[in-house]
């Protein structure tokens, strides 16, 4: 069954310094979300993306958060300079159509120190 | 804004017993309502989708409810097992993006 990949599972990094996570949807899907989920909290919306451009955002999307996507595959979660309360769990999911069944990836655990 | 609330925090179970999850919302402008499973450490899989115009949705021993005006949605399991042990979420769904509740922990004693 086709599944949405995310890597790293694990990412540790400085405060400060920028990560890039990683993401491939399923392949003949057209809308691409980010969430997040902070140990113990509920999980929050990010971002969507469709047609390469970005649909919705929360407020939780400012300006050091980033999404692309680079080629045909990946769609990527850049967070320019990261800081403690950036430690969470991100989540990547896709659908076929807005509205849709939202697939997720299993998670990338990022851990800022 | 659009809250969702589960109630209960958490459940415990034995096996074989039938069990009811409880999800509400604040606006009733929604576009779907997704119910998903997360175990410790790991994703999101999807169980249940109902779109804003069905009323329920069943996928073998699950059944998903609607009721749009009021609110609310639930969560039926049949037959619980242990392997239905998990956190379950239920996500409304603008057409965008979901907003989460806070999840039920489901313990499903053998």
């Known amino acids: 069954e086709p599944e949405v990949t995310q890597t790293p599972s694990h990412q540790v990094t400085q405060m400060g310094q920028e990560v890039i996570l990683r993401c491939v949807p399923i392949?003949?899907?057209?809308?691409f979300y980010w969430y997040r989920q902070i140990l113990g909290q509920k999980v929050e919306f990010l971002v969507s993306f469709y047609n390469n451009e970005i649909s919705e955002k929360s407020e939780i999307f400012d300006d050091q958060f980033s999404v692309e996507r680079p080629d045909g595959s990946n769609f990527t979660l850049k967070i320019r300079s990261t800081k403690l309360e950036d430690s969470a769990m991100y989540f990547c999911?896709?659908?076929?159509?807005?509205?849709?069944?939202?697939?997720f990836g299993a998670g990338t655990r990022l851990s800022v120190l | 804004k659009q809250e969702v609330t589960q109630i209960p925090a958490a459940l415990s179970v034995p096996e074989g017993e039938n069990l009811v999850l409880n999800c509400s919302f604040t606006?009733?402008?929604?576009?779907?309502l997704q119910w998903f499973r997360q175990d410790p450490g790991k994703g999101l899989t999807s169980l249940l989708l109902?779109?804003?115009?069905?009323r329920e949705q069943t996928s073998g021993r699950l059944n998903a409810s609607l009721d749009k005006s009021s609110g609310r949605s639930t969560l039926y399991i049949a037959a619980s097992q242990p392997g239905d042990s998990a956190t379950y979420l239920c996500a409304v769904g603008t057409g965008n993006q979901f907003y989460f509740g806070t999840g039920t922990s489901l313990t499903v004693i053998p």
């Open positions: 999911a896709s659908s076929g159509a807005g509205g849709n069944i939202q697939y």
């Open positions: 606006d009733s402008a929604i576009y779907n």
């Open positions: 392949s003949n899907h057209l809308y």
């Open positions: 109902i779109q804003s115009s069905q």
